[in-house]
Nanobody
């Protein structure tokens, strides 16, 4: 079991940057896959990026080259660095952790990209 708490969201202008953090209540060293998802109003939740405990990452096409996922096992924290933000990146961002057979979710953090 793990509790996940996201932070770092906010309002940013197009072209700006934000770094999201997801703090876990226990060691994440043994969690094989962690990820960031987002959900915009009226849309389904979608994968943004995921990372294994070996450091292999995967990105949605829409964020490749702009977003970077990372994890600090010593700090029990997952990060998402978001650069060159666009209005279409506006959504609630959630982190998750796969600990089979359960997937755990945080409560989400709002990211709004607007001028």
């Amino acid at each position: 079991q793990v509790q996940l708490v996201e932070s770092g969201g906010g309002l940013v202008r197009p072209g700006g940057s934000l770094r999201l953090s997801c703090a876990a209540s226990r060691s994440i060293r043994s969690i094989s896959v962690m990820g960031w998802y987002r959900q915009a109003p009226g849309k389904q939740r979608e994968l943004v990026a995921s990372i294994t405990n070996g450091g292999s990452s995967n990105y949605a096409d829409s964020v490749k080259g702009r977003f970077t996922i990372s994890r600090d096992n010593a700090k029990n924290t997952l990060y998402l660095q978001m650069n060159s933000l666009r209005p279409e990146d506006t959504a609630v961002y959630y982190c998750n952790a796969d600990i089979p057979p359960v997937t755990y979710w945080g409560q989400g953090t709002q990211v709004t990209v607007s001028s």
